[in-house]
């Protein structure tokens, strides 16, 4: 499944994705009907946080591996030290 925004509505859409790869598209609506300035939409967030804590991997944006499996290692390895990080953050508890 996959959280898209109105740029991506339409059934030509819909079908492409599914058609390429079986994804399911839901599009993400706004929920305000005058928009002021930039406004973070829940799913996409997460998303958002996932792809840019990827690009923080110098690795991944400067060097381009022989293989698509040693590719996919590295990925998986920039992921791992990502969800360690978030793991390892303490929480602050507001009362």
Same mark, same amino acid.
Not at 43 to 57: D, S
């Given at each position: &499944?996959?959280?898209?925004? $109105? $740029?991506?509505? $339409?059934? +030509?859409?819909? *079908?492409?994705?599914? +058609?390429?790869?079986?994804?399911? @598209?839901? =599009?993400?609506? *706004?929920?305000?009907?005058?928009?002021?300035?930039?406004? @973070? =939409?829940?799913? *996409?967030? @997460?998303? +958002? /946080?996932? %792809? $840019?804590?990827?690009?923080? #991997? /110098?690795? %991944?944006?400067?060097?381009? +591996? #022989?293989?698509?499996? #040693?590719? %996919?290692?590295? %990925?998986?390895?920039? =992921? #791992?030290? =990502?969800? &360690?990080? /978030?793991?390892?953050?303490?929480?602050?508890?507001?009362?």
């Amino acid at each position: &499944m996959a959280f898209v925004d $109105g $740029g991506y509505q $339409g059934d +030509e859409a819909q *079908r492409a994705a599914f +058609e390429a790869s079986r994804i399911t @598209v839901t =599009l993400v609506k *706004r929920t305000d009907q005058v928009v002021k300035g930039f406004i @973070v =939409l829940p799913q *996409r967030w @997460v998303v +958002e /946080r996932t %792809l $840019g804590g990827i690009n923080r #991997a /110098r690795r %991944l944006s400067k060097d381009f +591996e #022989a293989t698509i499996n #040693a590719a %996919l290692a590295w %990925l998986q390895l920039a =992921l #791992a030290f =990502l969800i &360690m990080r /978030r793991l390892a953050t303490p929480k602050i508890q507001q009362d």
